[in-house]
């Protein structure tokens, strides 16, 4: 047999998308994968539809059609004053994905440091590992997973050359605070390092919580590198729109790599998400209130089922201990478990961490889901309940 490349034998496949694979075998709700159940807007679908028709079905220009990166400036200044120049200075991708691989081939030698935030995004492992660079993390503390200057300065070095910064955070719920994150930018001007952030969920945030882009705080401009998409705040999951801003020397890089990769986010879409940015403000408000509701409802079951857990901050999902729920030792038993016997799939917590001593006693929910989806994972665990 002839044997694959020696950097596959680091990583392991998605632990995320395997528990879909397990829900659609033991036809469970999958709460586990980040997919809404729900359908898309109507106007971004005819959008692509209207695209196809027109013709718009070849490659584009590989750094994406000129009215997205227009309409990715426009959304970035009017949201949050944060400036790109559409020209020089954006790239679309194949969604944030796609993004995060460029920004590690693009940045990092072999041998370079990376600053992971833990409990993290499972594409970050295996994106530092294609750059053959070093991971070292910065663990958020449950309950609240507030970041720790004292854990994050003894993590910067001479070595480190970037930092990924996922917020609003999963799979935490967490939306980082102004202060945490001036704590992050000073680290990154002192030592020189590049931030690479994962701003996918800047649309869904709670309460009083706003999302804040790094590339805003003093000085940042031109060492951040602001990754995003529209997979989450339009539901197309599977139509694999993102984007890569930077100042105009890495944006260069980028677009190389991007070129060689992937040659162009596809087409028909591109057209679509035009259409999803200039959606009014009216449509983001109403999704924030569908969000918020959902969130109270998966609250309200976890909390009734003895599961413990905090009020998410932002993004859809969230970390629950199941430890008063069930006697499980080990978040992959209770995991394969909840698939099997309840038909409700979701993610083993320390398949978020560096280490399966993190995590254990957790799993993490998401609730992107539909009405009637709550009432069956509500309807599942109370008959699971009363049987047993
Ligand atoms: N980043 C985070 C933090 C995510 O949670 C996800 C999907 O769940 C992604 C990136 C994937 O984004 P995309 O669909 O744009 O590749």
Redesign the pocket.
Known sequence: MYPSAKRLQEFHPSV?REMTRLAIKHKAINMA??LPDFPSPPELIRAASVAMEEGHNQYTNTWGIPELRQAISNNLQNLYDLYYDPEEQITVT???????VLAMLSLVNPGDEVIVIEPF?D?YLPAINFAQAKPVFVRLEPPFFQLDPERLRAAFSHKTKAIIV?TP??PTGRVFTREELNSIASLCREFNVVAVT?E??DRITFDEHQHIPLATLDGMFEQTLTIS????TFSI?GW???YVCAPTNLSAAIRTLHDFTTICAPAPFQYAAVAGLKLPESFFETQKQAYTTRRDRILKILEEYQFIVQPPQG?YYIMSDFSQYSAHADDYEFAKYLVEEVGIAVVPGSSFYSTPELGRNTVRWSFAKKTETFDAVEQRLHLKKHKS
């Open positions: 995320i994968q980040g194949c969604g944030v994905t796609e993004g995060i995004h594409n996922n955070h999963n994962d996918i969920y998409g529209l997979s989450k999951t694999r729109i993102g993004a």
